[in-house]
């Protein structure tokens, strides 16, 4: 299985290739479109602000080789930011567009509770839809590791996802359409459950 991870130049990535690794992926760091085409999937980290980070992918010409691969049936996890940056706009820092493989907008979490959110969290599927998310196979309720002052707060969304709450806000945490995935918080940095996760995205891109 060959992962590859998209290097676009924001954020801790070593966490997410020693995940893979760990659980016997042969993850590479790359940015170039004949390594990304090769994997069986992709991943899309990152810790930062949504423009900078669209900013970045832009510089390294990244968006075009991206969607191309996913209109052809490649899956694509985003993490963090890069889960934020699967969806059609944000309004960090400004208004910025994503994506928009996803159209939802992230925004910033509407609580009075001090932010950014930092912590553990228990991740529950929603009843909107019926098809429940493939990522939460046997882990429904765990708790994973977020770190964010932005989100998807969208309730109404029926694409298979999973809510997590913070200071009585509903995030959601985790969101499938096909072939893409996201995880707003660190499945890498998630202990036992998060290998767990990846080990469910491994499946899904054999």
């Given amino acids: 299985m060959n992962i590859a991870v998209i290097d676009y130049g924001l954020g801790n990535v070593r966490s997410v290739l020693n995940a893979f690794e760990y659980i016997g992926a ?7 479109p004949k390594h990304l085409a090769d994997a069986d ?23 075009d080789p991206i969607l191309k691969l996913v209109s052809k049936g490649r899956p694509l996890l985003g993490i963090c930011l890069g889960f934020q940056m699967l969806m059609r706009s944000s309004t960090e820092l400004g208004t910025h567009d ?9 925004i910033r979490l ?24 493939r990522l939460l196979e046997g882990l429904e309720g765990q708790s994973f590791y977020f770190v964010h ?21 509903k995030i959601t945490a985790l969101i499938e359409d096909g ?6 918080f660190h499945p890498e940095k998630s202990g036992e459950a998060g290998l767990q996760m990846l080990r469910s995205f491994m499946k899904i891109c054999q």
């Fill in 26 to 32: 042969q993850a590479i760091l790359t940015r170039d």
């Fill in 41 to 63: 999937g992709m991943i899309l980290p990152g810790v930062g602000a949504f423009g900078e980070g669209m900013r970045r992918l832009d510089m390294h010409q990244l968006r």
């Fill in 98 to 106: 994503g994506l928009a493989l996803i159209e939802e907008e992230i």
């Fill in 110 to 133: 509407p609580v009075e509770a001090r932010l950014p959110h930092i912590g553990w969290a228990a991740v529950t599927s929603t009843s909107e839809s019926q098809a429940k998310p």
């Fill in 149 to 169: 002052s932005y989100g998807l707060v969208n309730q109404g969304c029926s694409l298979p996802s999973g809510v997590a709450l913070y200071e009585g806000c």
């Fill in 179 to 184: 072939n893409v995935l996201g995880t707003q």
